[in-house]
C-alpha cells in the first residue's frame, strides 16, 4: 500500500474503471488515496470510499499521480495545470513531449492497457519521460500489475507499435475464433458445432500455451505430418506470417499519424 495519492480523469469509464476497482481490490492504493472525475459526480466507486470530483484541475490538485484516461480527441479540451505531479496517458497517439508541455507535469508515463484489464489480464507496456525515481517507476508497475501485466519499455516508439499488437486486447483471438467458426460452417458444420469447436481452440486450447513455447508446439506437430500439420503448412504457404506484420505496421502508422495530428 502507498501513501501517494491517485486521481483518474474518467475514472468511470471501462478503462479507467476498471483500473480503479483493482487498485482498491488489491490494496495498492486506500480508498481514501484514490480520487475520481466523471461529469456527474456519481459512481458506485464512492460507496467503496473513493472520493468522486466533477472538476479535474481539483482532483490534480489533490492527487501525486494523474492517470489521464479519455479519448485521445478530448485532450486538447482538457485543461490542466499537473506541475510537480506524475501524469500517466492511456491515450493511443498523443506524445509524451506533447502532454507534459500542455500540463506542466514533471513525467509523463505513456501506457498501453487492452480491454482484458476487466478480468485483470491484460498486458501493459509503459515508456517514462522526465524525472521518475526507482520508487515511482515501480509504482507505475505495481500499479498496471493490479490489472495483469506489465513492462517498461524504452523508447517511445515501441508503444505506437505495441498498440497494434497488445493493445487490440482480444481483437484478433476474436477474429480468428470468428473466422474458424465461419468457415466450419460453410463447410455444413451446423452453427453451434461450429461455434463451440473454434472457441475450445482459441479460449480453451490456447491455454497449454501458458506453459509451453509455441515454436516447439508448433515444430512438433509439424514433424508428426498430420492434420494439423497440413492445415499449418497451408497458412505458412498463404504467408500468414507476413499479413500479420502488415496488419500491425497499419495499425502502428495509425497510432504515429495520431502523434503527428
Known amino acids: 500500500m502507498t501513501n501517494e495519492t491517485l486521481g483518474i480523469i474518467g475514472g468511470t469509464g471501462w478503462l479507467g474503471g476498471s483500473i480503479a476497482k483493482a487498485v482498491l481490490a488489491k490494496g495498492l492504493f486506500p480508498a481514501g488515496k484514490l ?19 466533477t472538476d479535474n484541475q481539483a482532483l ?42 500542455q500540463t506542466s507535469a514533471s513525467a509523463v508515463v505513456r501506457a498501453m492497457p487492452n480491454a482484458a484489464v476487466e478480468i485483470e489480464q491484460s498486458f501493459t507496456p509503459w515508456y517514462c519521460f522526465g524525472a521518475m525515481d526507482a520508487l515511482g517507476k515501480n509504482l507505475v508497475q505495481r500499479l498496471f500489475e493490479c ?15 505495441l498498440s497494434a499488437l ?24 451446423p452453427a453451434d458445432i461450429a461455434q463451440l469447436a473454434a472457441k475450445n481452440v482459441v479460449v480453451n486450447s490456447s491455454q497449454l500455451l501458458a ?51
Open 35 to 53: 480520487v475520481v472525475s466523471n461529469r456527474s459526480g456519481t459512481h458506485p466507486l464512492a460507496q467503496q470510499g473513493a472520493s468522486l470530483v
Open 60 to 101: 490534480v490538485d489533490r492527487s501525486d499521480m494523474v492517470i489521464i484516461a479519455v479519448r485521445p480527441e478530448h485532450f486538447a479540451s482538457l485543461h490542466i495545470n499537473a506541475a510537480g505531479k506524475t501524469i500517466i496517458s492511456l491515450m493511443a497517439g498523443i506524445t509524451a513531449q506533447t502532454i507534459a508541455a
Open 147 to 161: 490489472v495483469g501485466t506489465a513492462a517498461e519499455v524504452q523508447e517511445e516508439g515501441f508503444i505506437d507499435y
Open 166 to 189: 497488445s493493445g487490440t486486447g482480444p481483437a484478433f483471438p476474436a477474429l480468428l475464433l470468428t473466422a474458424l467458426s465461419n468457415q466450419a460452417i460453410a463447410a455444413g458444420i
Open 211 to 261: 506453459s509451453r513455447d509455441p515454436q516447439e508446439i508448433i515444430d512438433a506437430l509439424v514433424a508428426y505430418r498430420g492434420v494439423t500439420a497440413a492445415a499449418l503448412q497451408a497458412m505458412t504457404h498463404g504467408h500468414f506470417s507476413a499479413l500479420i506484420g502488415r496488419a500491425l505496421q497499419e495499425g502502428a502508422a495509425v497510432a504515429r499519424k495520431g502523434l503527428q495530428s
